[in-house]
Nanobody
Framework: VQLQASGGGWVQPGGSLRLSCAASSRAFNAYTMGWFRQAPGEEREFVAA???????YAANSVKYRSTMSRDSAKNTVYLQMNRLRPDDTAVYYCAADPEGFADMYWEEEQYDFWGQGTQVTVSS
C-alpha cells in the first residue's frame, strides 16, 4: 500500500499549484484522503480532506483558496491551491484513512497510510 505525492515546487506569491497523490490500490477510492503540511520548525497541520463519498473539508487557512478532488479512474486525489502565500511554504503530505466517513478528518492519528511528502515553496 503506497501513496505517491507529487506536484510541489517553487511558485511566486499569488501563483497556483496542483498537488497529486497517487494510490497503489483501487481500495483507496473508498478511503478518506487527507493533505497535511509541515513548515520548518512547525508541527504538521491539516490542510484538506475528501471522504469516500466525495465530501470535502478544508482548513480555514486555505478554505477559499483550495479545491480537493478525486479521480477514481486514476486512483488519485488532487489539491489545487491558488493565490499562494509565503506562509503556505511547507512539505505537503497526503494520507489515507480506510474509514471513508471522514470522522475526525483533521486528526493525523486517523490516517493509517502516508506518502513521502512534496515540497512547496512560495517566495518572490
Amino acid at each position: 500500500v503506497q501513496l505517491q505525492a507529487s506536484g510541489g515546487g517553487w511558485v511566486q506569491p499569488g501563483g497556483s499549484l496542483r498537488l497529486s497523490c497517487a494510490a497503489s490500490s483501487r481500495a483507496f477510492n473508498a478511503y478518506t484522503m487527507g493533505w497535511f503540511r509541515q513548515a520548518p520548525g512547525e508541527e504538521r497541520e491539516f490542510v484538506a480532506a475528501i471522504s469516500g463519498s466525495g465530501k470535502t473539508y478544508a482548513a480555514n487557512s486555505v478554505k477559499y483558496r483550495s479545491t480537493m478532488s478525486r479521480d477514481s479512474a486514476k486512483n488519485t486525489v488532487y489539491l489545487q491551491m491558488n493565490r499562494l502565500r509565503p506562509d503556505d511554504t511547507a512539505v505537503y503530505y497526503c494520507a489515507a484513512d480506510p474509514e471513508g466517513f471522514a470522522d475526525m478528518y483533521w486528526e493525523e492519528e486517523q490516517y493509517d497510510f502516508w506518502g513521502q511528502g512534496t515540497q512547496v515553496t512560495v517566495s518572490s
